[in-house]
């Protein structure tokens, strides 16, 4: 099952059949007016001029395509402290919504729903929305999960493992944005008792809790570095997909501001790139244009690179070779198939050219390609 590139966030209060559609739209007319040319969004984004076209052309394609991957109704802080009553009716509204969804067709790939903490003051409340929202809903979509935010104990885990037993089938996803929730990684996974699908990283409220002012708040301060390391220590070789944070300075206001919000949203979706977070959250529709820019030209810029680099391997029958000064041995060959890997899965890279490209076909480089040289 591929890896959904972003997961967009939107209250509950909020949430329609229709609301993806909605939000590309938004998204698309964002493009038209702040990046009307492929030269505008390479200069604004900052990626090289010589791909211009070729991502402009592919983030306009996306957004009117599928604009969101995965969208997460909200009833934690994007739908704040409200009354019981509240909550309750937009539960239950956005379940029914999310049940008009199926019929129509037209909710995105992946979908879930964000309660509140399972801590003292709000696990009642919690189980009590996800209770209402579940009934209501009847038969869930494919890809459906549920989002347990600001763990910082194992049992809350294990409580929501519980409170989805006549569930069977619906996974989890958890979020670390607690110097508890750091620590205990793998713990937390295992409570779930098998039904991890992904931890979000949220940087925010764990910068927050070590004592970090909001203006040196950001996805890139070193301490957020730590932690998604951390991520990835305790759960490399588990499946759970890691996501990174969202990036709270929005693309709105005058040219100039949306272009200041595209380009730090850019820059830290690229720093997470590069880190290995191939998903990432987006909370405002006009961030799905940076989303895309960045995440294709992440992966188009090396494909040339790559592409070669792959070739001369599995010609080599994945004995260790050298291109142009660089060592290719399992290690990095197993690195250049999950490239092609994730830049199909996320559209930089058609399908039909991997081919072309690689010497391989998509089989073979699902299977870990041609040999045994991926171990």
Known sequence: MRQPIHTV???AHLFRKDVCGKLGAIADRAMTE?????????????????????????VR???????VENFHIDFEDGFGVRSDAEEDAAASAAAGQLAEGLATASLPAFLGIRVKA???????RALRTLRIFLERAGRLPENFAVVLPKINAVEQVSALADALENFPGVPMELM???????LLG???VEAARGRCSAVHFGAYDYTASLGITASRQSLMHPACDFARSMMQLQLAGTGVWLVDGGTNVLPVGGRESVHRGWKMHFDGIRHALDAGFYQGWDLHPAQLVARYAAVYSFFLEGL???????RNFVAQAARSTEVAGVFDDAATGRGLVNYFLLGVNCGAIPEGEILGLTGMSMEQLASGGPGSFLP
Not at 34 to 58: H, I, K, N, W
């Open 9 to 11: 966030y939107g209250g």
């Open 304 to 310: 040339e690179a790559a592409s070669v680099r792959l």
């Open 118 to 124: 399972f801590n003292d003051a709000w696990k009642a």
């Open 61 to 67: 394609e996306k957004l009117r395509r599928e604009p």
């Open 176 to 182: 670390v944005e607690t110097p508890e929730a750091v």
């Open 186 to 188: 793998s713990r937390l």
């Open 34 to 58: 702040y990046a009307p040319d492929a030269a505008t969004m390479a200069r604004v984004m900052g990626f090289s001029e010589s791909l211009a076209e070729q991502v402009y052309a592919r």
